[in-house]
């Protein structure tokens, strides 16, 4: 197997021979087992504030796997050594961005930082030194317009979003459109939540921050409206989309909306994505789509049969469906929805079925005893992806 020669760099205004390094990447797997490729410790960075050139372990993935690339910093300070992050640093880059020596990026707040005051300090003897220090910090991206920060409601608040987070991490729920017409989007986070929990944390977090976000080469920049939505995010039963689903869900469809905006929790049309548009955020988020029998016309025993064998192979399928063959929905037969299965169909004495992830919930979804004439008449076929490494 391969290795490769890979490096980051930082920005700083103290002397790059002060400053040391902690350099960690690595990915998680489904079950949350860490595959580390390299792991560095106090490492001393170059003239020019990059990394020293790095040989990687042995690796069998494909250039476009994600990693997750993880810094701290040290400053030394005479024979002390001074650690000058907070927090490590993260981001995440796909394995041959690391080779191509593409880790790194040209807004600097979005590469480690790490800054001093360059003013001099004197004895109190000397008279006064006070000394004024500027610092800015950008305005947070995701703001909603009748919760501003500050407001109890703000859906964007930093804990309330940390917290949601970590009940995804935790499988504690999924994402949930609820009333937006965001079907396209959940499917893919979901299953980024179920195979790279690593890729789904960090790009929530790099949204949250920074406004955008890049998995693989599936680019997520939201516009101005999605970052500053209208509407109410609550009614008489409480939340009606989390805000971390909307940093996620709705930023995904409003990078690809070049018309519509997707600006306003109540909106529909803006939010309904064809097939061909979520086979691409599948690939280019590093995907590989296996199979596909999304028809115009409704599914046959055939088409189901198949799609039950790569569930059984272990493959994802993104089903297009009616919503109207799911429980407590009004009957429709139009192809307006899409869910994930997570176990094949099945018939039964209590009607066909088959449990899936719709609508932040992973169960039996179709109405009961619904026949297998049925089923397929509210089936439309479905996307088959390999699970992503």
Wanted: aromatic share 12%; with cysteine; glycine share 6%.
């Amino acid at each position: 197997m391969p290795t490769y020669t890979v490096y980051t760099k930082i920005e700083s205004n103290v002397p790059a021979e002060k400053l040391l390094y902690d350099l960690i990447i690595y990915r998680q797997d489904a079950e949350r087992n860490h595959h580390v490729l390299l792991d560095v410790f106090q490492g001393q960075l170059q003239s020019n504030y990059e990394t020293q050139h790095h040989v990687t372990q042995e690796t069998d993935d494909d250039l476009s796997v994600t990693y997750i690339m993880q810094i701290m910093l040290y400053r030394k300070h005479g024979s002390n050594t001074i650690q000058a992050l907070q927090t490590p640093f993260k981001k995440m880059y796909t394995l041959g961005e690391f080779v191509a020596g593409k880790a790194c990026s040209d807004n600097k707040r979005e590469n480690v930082c790490y800054f001093e005051s360059t003013a001099e300090t004197k004895p109190v003897s000397d008279g006064d030194n006070t000394i004024e220090l500027k610092i800015t910090i950008p305005e947070r991206p995701f703001i909603a317009k009748e919760y501003p920060i500050g407001h109890p409601d703000d859906p964007f608040e930093k804990n309330k979003v940390e917290s949601q987070i970590q009940n995804r991490l935790s499988k504690k729920n999924f994402p949930d459109q609820n009333g937006a017409s965001l079907c396209g989007p959940a499917a893919l986070f979901y299953c980024l939540q179920m195979d790279r929990p690593d890729i789904y944390e960090q790009a929530a977090r790099e949204l949250w921050k920074y406004g955008k976000t890049k998995i693989g080469q599936l680019e997520i920049k939201p516009g101005d409206g999605c970052l500053h939505p209208k509407g109410s995010f609550y009614d008489q039963y409480g939340s009606r989309i989390s805000g971390l689903d909307w940093i996620t869900l709705a930023s995904l469809r409003d990078s690809e909306n070049m018309i519509f905006s997707y600006d306003e929790v109540d909106d529909q049309a803006a939010g309904v994505t064809m097939w061909g548009k979520l086979t691409e955020w599948f690939e280019k988020a590093g995907y590989e789509k296996i199979f596909s029998n999304i028809s115009l016309m409704h599914s046959n025993k055939e088409d189901i049969e198949t799609l039950n064998n790569y569930i059984e192979q272990g493959y994802h399928v993104v089903s297009l469906i009616s919503a109207g063959m799911l429980q407590n929905m009004e009957e429709t037969s139009g192809k307006n929805h899409w869910i994930v299965w997570v176990d094949k169909v099945e018939e039964s004495e209590n009607g066909t079925n088959v449990k899936a992830f719709s609508w932040g919930r992973v169960k039996t979804w179709v109405k009961e005893n619904a026949t297998y004439e049925y089923f397929i008449k509210h089936t439309f076929g479905g996307l088959v992806f390999k699970p992503l490494k």
